[in-house]
Every structure is written in C-alpha cells, then in structure tokens.
C-alpha cells in the first residue's frame, strides 16, 4: 500500500435516507442520499445511477418525495440545516427551512384549498427537527409553521402518517421519550401510553392497509420492535426482537412484506408480520430500509452503517449495491 | 329572644317591603297608627298581595321618622300536614315541576318560554331543563311545591354533576312516585317498596355498565353531540377537541366578537399572567421572546438586593437569557435588571399565575416543565441558597402584556407526568366549586402541553349565550362518554335493564318486588317521554325494544330502530346512571315521607 489516497480502496458511501415514488411513466423510481450524493434506481433497486454527486447538503437524513412526484419532480430532504427541497427529481436543491437539524420529512396529499406553489404541488409537507418539534408546511414547502400543541418532547425522530390522512387525519410521531399520535391532522398530538417509561422512539411505519388493520410499528432503542393493531390504542413487543435496538421499518407497497433494520442486521417478514427471519445478520445493522415490488419480487435495499447498500429480493441472498455508481 | 333593627320608615300611607329574616313588617296606615299589635302585615312580592301573619308579641319604638322594629319570639306557627294528604301533594308538585321540563328531552325535543323580568321583558325561551327547573323557585302551594323543589333541586344536582339527564332523572323520579303513592295509600309498605327499588337500581346499574362502550373516535364524540348542538361543524369541533386534549383536558370557552365559532390550540404552557414591568420590554416591541432561558420561580416580591446574588450566578454561566417568573419586582428591581442588561443579556418577569395555593400549585407545575426548583420562601427556602440548578431551562419562552408562555421546557417527564396524576386524583377527589375544578384542568392542560380555546361567535348576545351553553353541555357530554364510554341513548339502555330486573322481581315476593316492579315500570319512562315529544306514539316503544337486539335505540327524527352506536345515539355511561341513581334517590326519599311540616312566618319580599 502507498501513501497516497488513490491507493486505497475507496471507501462505500454510507447511505443514510431511502425513499421510493412513481415516476411519470407510472414505473417506480426510488431515491438514496448518501455521504457520495444523490442516487436514483430505475430498477427496484438492482442498479443505481448518481444523479448529484454532491448535493451541498451535508448528511441527509430523510428523504420524502411530493405526493405528486410524477408531475412536479419534488423531493424534500431533512438535512443538519433543515428542509431542502428538489423540483427536478433530486439534481439541485434549495433550502427552505433553515435552523437546526431536521430528523424526519414526510409528505401527505394536500386537503381541498391549499395553496400551490409553481408547480402545482398541492403536498402537506412535515418535518420532524431535534430540538424545535415538527413543523408543518401546507403550501409545499414555501411557508413553515409549528405544530407542537400536545408534544412534551421537541426531539422528533420520526413521522408517519395514515395512507387515508386526508379522511382520518392520523398520524405519529415518534421521539426520543415517547410515541405521539395525531387525529386532527397534525393540529395537536396525543401521548401514547407504549407501556414502557419514556422509551425512545426511533422509527415508524403505518400499514398501506391501515384503516382496515390499524396496524402501526414503532421501532425502539432498548425495547425493540413494538405493534399495534388498533391504531396506535395498545401495543405489545413483537418478540423476537426484544434484544434489539430498531433502527428502520418499511412495509413493501403489497403490504405482505416488512422489512427491520436493527443494530445487527435485517429483520423480514412476509406473512403479515407473524413470522420474522433475521437474513441479514451477516451483512451488520443497516440506517435505513425500504421495501420496493414488481408485483412478483418483493425486493428489500438496506443502507448499511458500514458503507454501501445491500439487497435481497424475495428472501434470496444478499448482493452488495454501490449507490454512488455513475 | 328579641332582636333590634332599625331602618327608615317609608312615607305616610307608602308599603314598606323588607327583606330580613323574622322581621316584623309593619305598616303606617294612612292614619298614622300602626297596624295591630298581634297580626303583621306583610305584602308578598310573588302575588302583590296583603297577607298578616299571627305573632304572639311584638314590640315597637319610634322616634321621629324612624321606625324601630323588633323581632318577636314564638311570633311563627307551623302547618302540618299527613298522609294520604301529604303524599298526593307532593305528587302533585312533582307532577307540575317535571312536566315544566319533560318537554325538553330527546333530540325532537320542545322549548319552555318563562315570562320576563317585568311586563316589558321579552320571554325568556329554554331548553335545558336543569335551567328551567333552576327559574322555577315556588310553586303557589306549599306542600305542591316541596315536591317540585325535590324535583328541582334534582334536577340542578344531575346537571352540576355531569352536565346533562336532568330531564332524564325527574321523569323517571315522576314515575316511581306516581305508581308507588296509589299502592302506598291501599296499605303497601313504602320502606319495603324502596328497599326493592334500591336492590333493582342495583341490578340496573350494573347492567347500564355492562353495556358501555369506549367513545373514543372524533368522529365517535361528534355523532353523540350533535343532537345537542344541532350542528354538524360544531360537532365535529368538540369530538375533536374532546379526543385532543383528552378527559381532563383544559377547553376554555370565550365569548367572541365575531359571528361565527372558531377554535385553536395553545401550544406549550400558557399562563394569563403578563409581565411584571414594560420598563423590560425592549423598546417599542409588544411582546418580549426568550430563547434557551433560564428560568426562576419564586413565590415572594424580588428586591434590588435579592437579585443582586441570582444576576451574578447567570453571569457567572454565561447565562445569556433569563426569565424570573414572581409575584412582583420592586421598582428598584426592574432598574437593576436593566442597568444589568448587558450583562445578562436578555431579562424579562412574568407575574406568578393564580394565587394563593392555586398560585403554588401552578408554580410547581412550571418547576417540573422546565426542570427548576420552585423557591418557597413561605416555608422556609432562602434566596441565599439558590444554585444555578435551580433555575429551570426551556427551549423558548415569550412574555406580553396579558399572558406568558414555555415552550420546550427542559423538565423531566417523569416529574411532568407525576404533577399530571396529582392533578387528576385531586380533580377526580374535589367536591370544589366549578371554577376550581375548571382550574385544576387548566393546569393538567398545560402540564399536558395541549389546551383548546373555543371562540364563541353569534349574530346576537342572546344567540350567543345560548350556543355557548349548548357547547359546555357537548363539552360536558364528549368528556364524559370520553372517559366512561357510552351506553345507547334515547333511553334504550334503560329498557335493555329490564330482562335482568325481571329475574330479580321473580326472586323477591311482597313489597320489595313491587319496589321492583315499580322501577321497571319507570325503565321505559324516558323512551316513551322522547317518542312523545317527538309525535310517536309512546306505548310501543318498550314492547318493541324487549324484541330488538341489545344496542338498538328507535331513532326518533327517521322513526326507525338502529344500531344505537354506529347511529350516533349515544348518552355518556355517567350522565345515565347518575340520572337513575339520583332519582331513585329523590323518588324514595318522597315515597318514605309521610308527614309535611311548613312553618307560617310573614312573607318576605324585596325592597324595590
């Protein structure tokens, strides 16, 4: 080995926010920012292409695209600074909430009468941020307000939201002292009780078949994995994952596959989340999951804290991405 | 005993009207001798009649205009009156009180209209039947009227304590008496009969919370108040409210200017208690904000020197920002501060919120939201003594004129959650009065970090006042159904007790299963009173609902039987059961009286 940078194997970039949406054509097209940029796959996550290798972002740590990507090209990024915000299918960005980081972003369709940006982008836009709460924005991005009423802790770690948010307006949030639950809309959150003392709350997921099942995963540090079937009522500890720290959780677009990062690799299941495999101990934990299907495969791409993405499609063997390829 | 009073007498021939208690009224007669020594007169303000009550002595002075009236010992006799005589008058007069407010219940319900003030007034038109029984405060006769004032005091007890079934407890009340007097006067045994009657009121109960259901969806509280807010917007308003800032949540209610009812939540803690000097506002801005300040509570009046120690800790700490929440500042204070201000940078006083032990239970709050240590000097706490750990952190705090606010308070949840089941217990364990109470909830409100401010709005003060009175009763109502859940309304779970008291009636024999019988009976009374308001006839009601399933409730307005859930017709489970259990009460104790005792004292009435 020399001594100059060259000689060494380049290292992996570490991808550190996942996200997925459909393109105009109607094809998915999912997104991954890591410390090399910008990527997007065409494929379901087989192949990656860099679409910005240097976003001027810093570390992004949540990507959410417009519920209307197919027509306006806008993704959002919760960035070390705030919110940044794409109109071009992720090549430039722009800020457009500074002041601190900014943990979770995730968008919901708009209600009737909002106002549009250019674009015509009609998407409520959340953003969870570490010390100042979640902020909402009703106009795409342009105008920022927060919406704290009920929220004991202002350290967000995450959102989700009921697929049905227009008609139920529910949704959660998770902190680093507990689980919060909105029925308004985001107007004001509830404490859930979780059944532990001031658990961190590290990740979420809310099933695509939610208001049928009220199926919602909340994804602790010390505490695992924990379920609710009834909208966030009651929860219970899913088992095997009592001695796990849960980074991620993504259900797959056919809701029969959920996908767990945890501190030691890859949970999946795919019986309606009754059954757990831990695939991917061998590949070590993962920052971020996402689920993408071809209506045959269901295909789960890993971002992997020790750089570089993993894949497994249909309970297959895990195969190494490089999203920074070019 | 005699007692002395004395007051100006009234011009020659003038009625003097006086409102004491055992004061003989007398009048001049226009030729200027008093009246006669052993009868009184006195002018009832009810009837604007003369009466003269019996006295047995009575003395008077005068001197010069001034009339001196004494009080006469044995000056009263009473009235006595027994049974059968006794219990017909007392049915009469709960007769009369609740058909005053039969009228108003059910969702098809009719409307009472109370002569004014005076002739020229406008009637005043009601439908909450607590306030209509609460207008009525004598009937003309006075054993008819100790039955309405059972009744009414019923009435107004149900509606102070849960909000609503007012109505509800005096038609059942009604009938309980009404079918046990007759029974009474063939010769039954009415302490036999009212034992009955508490054993099936058990029976009931416990069948009412068999059939409680959780009333937790917005959407859920919304279909259960809108029958009383007649609005489906404000509906869906208190249902959410009510399911956001959960049971015992603060929802204030305001008066608006506007026309029309809005809402918002307050984020944070928010106390209405401004700032103790503008002289700290920084110039021309209203309203002064704080970012990361430390914060320090302290229950007595800061002076120049007492601050002089708690400004050198935070420069000491590179506190840049410091909010000092009291009951006061001297003048000389609030020059020190800002002569200081370079040093600490920003400072700002906030007034101590409430008073009194309010005041120190609300400062505690604030120590547990933001991590400080409230300094209770009163108990022996020394300013001297105060360390930097004290003072508690937040993420932002803002104080104007009227009001201050924390926002991200650097408290310990644990410390918040523990005040929130303190104030809970106390809310749950207080017979206080209502404001009380509404300020206990205003503190787990902001302990809970989400209280609701409803904007009344209306084209006129009168419409006005009357939907803010229909929002409370939601209010009351959502919460109610909230915590306890819900049982089908319009009397239908009522009628579903009744298999269960039909088993105890076959177990008991004598007067105590007429006891039963009795309460059966008056089972079906609130159903067959709705249906009646609303143009249904009444007797089919409870033999059909013996037919449908358990759950279904006849909808009066589409005149059909439904799920009572799924149909929005639901009562709170603690407005039916107080009702019951409050006028099985108030029927027992009437039905167990044998003997009307009045005392005759002259009429008292209010000097114009």
Known sequence: MGDSAEEYPRPEAVVTALAMTQAAGGESVLFAASTAGMSRSKDRGRTWTSISPSTGLGLITALAPSVDFAANATIFAGTGDGVSRSTDGGHTWHSTLQGGQVFAVATVPGLAGDDEIPGGDASVVFAGTEADGVYRSNDGGVTWAAVNAGLLDLTVLDIAFSPAFTEDGTGFVATTSGLYRTRNGGKAWRELDLGFDEPAVQCLAVSLTFNADGLVLAGTEEHGLLRSDDAGASWRPVPKFADRGVIAVAFSPRASTVAVATDRGIAISRDQRETWIHAGDEIGAALCVLVASDGVADIVIAGLVDGGMACSENGGGWARVDPSAS | ?608
């Not at chain 2, 984020?267 to 801005?285: F, K, P, T």
């Not at chain 2, 007429?514 to 309460?519: D, F, N, W």
């Open chain 2, 1 to 608: 005993m005699v007692r002395e009073t004395g007051i100006s007498a009234p011009s020659e021939g003038q009625p003097w009207l006086w409102a004491c208690s055992h004061v003989v009224l007398i009048r001049r007669l226009s030729s200027g001798q008093d009246s006669p020594a052993k009868l009184a007169p006195a002018i009832d303000m009810h009837t604007g009649g003369w009466h003269y009550a019996p006295i047995q002595t009575m003395v008077i002075r005068s001197s010069g205009n001034r009339f001196r009236c004494v009080e006469a010992a044995g000056m009263t006799s009473n009235l006595i009156v027994e049974s059968p005589r006794s219990r017909r008058a007392l049915l009469r007069g709960i007769e009369q009180m609740t058909a005053l407010i039969s009228p108003t219940l059910g969702p098809v319900a009719r409307t009472v209209a109370i002569a004014g003030a005076t002739g020229m007034s406008a009637p005043e038109v009601l439908d909450n039947a607590a306030v209509i029984a609460r207008r009525t405060v004598e009937l003309s006769d006075p054993f008819e009227n100790m039955g309405a004032m059972l009744v009414r005091q019923l009435a107004w007890r149900v509606f102070e304590s849960v909000g609503d079934g007012s109505a509800t407890a005096a038609v059942i009340c009604r009938e309980v008496v009404r079918a046990a007097s007759p029974y009474i006067a063939a010769g039954g045994n009415p302490m036999l009969i009212k034992r009955g009657l508490e054993q099936a009121l058990k029976i009931a109960l416990a069948e009412l919370k068999c059939q409680s259901r959780e009333v937790q969806l917005p959407a859920e509280l919304a279909r259960m108040v809108a029958g009383t807010l007649r609005e489906p917007g404000l509906a869906e308003m208190i249902g959410e409210i009510v399911e956001t800032v959960g049971a015992d949540g603060s929802v204030v209610v305001e008066n608006s200017p506007s026309t029309t009812t809005a809402y918002e939540y307050v984020e944070g803690v928010q106390w209405e208690s401004g700032y103790l000097s503008y002289a700290l506002l920084r110039d021309g801005e209203p309203e002064m904000r704080l970012a990361n300040p430390r914060i320090l509570l302290i229950d007595k009046k800061l002076s120049d020197v007492e601050l002089v120690p708690l400004v050198e800790l935070c420069v000491a700490s590179d506190t840049r920002s410091l909010l000092i929440i009291a009951p006061g500042l001297s003048d000389a204070a609030v020059a020190f501060l800002n002569v200081n201000r370079d040093r600490v940078g920003s400072v700002m006083a906030a007034r101590a919120p409430l008073s009194g032990v309010q005041r120190d239970e609300a400062l505690l709050d604030l120590a547990a939201v933001t991590g400080g240590r409230f300094v209770q000097t009163e108990v022996g706490d020394r300013i001297a003594d105060i360390v930097l750990e004290d003072f508690g952190t937040a993420r932002q705090a803002w104080v104007n004129e009227s009001a201050f606010g924390i926002i991200g308070g650097g408290g310990d949840r644990g410390a918040i959650r523990q005040r929130v089941v303190t104030a809970k217990a106390h809310l749950r364990q207080t017979q206080a009065e209502d404001q009380e109470r509404q300020t206990i909830r205003d503190r787990i409100g902001k302990l809970t970090g989400a209280s609701a401010v409803i904007h009344v709005g209306a084209p006129t003060t009168t419409a006005r006042a009357e939907l803010r009175s229909r929002i409370e009763m939601a209010i009351a109502s959502a919460r109610a159904a909230f915590q306890d859940g819900g049982v089908p309304g319009g009397g239908a779970a009522y009628l579903h007790c009744i298999p269960a008291l039909e088993d105890l009636h076959q177990q008991l024999s004598g007067d105590e299963a007429v006891g039963v019988a009795i309460l059966i009976s008056a089972l079906s009374s609130p159903a067959e009173t709705i249906a009646a308001n609303a143009g249904v006839e009444p007797s089919v009601i409870a033999a059909e609902a013996a037919r449908r399933p358990p759950g279904f409730a006849f909808d009066v307005r589409s005149h059909e039987w439904v799920d009572a859930m799924a149909g929005g017709i639901v009562d709170p489970l603690p407005v039916v059961t107080t009702a019951l259990e409050a006028s099985v009460s108030a029927a027992a104790m009437a039905i167990t009286t044998d003997v009307l005792v009045r005392s005759r004292r002259p009429k008292y009435a209010i000097k114009p």
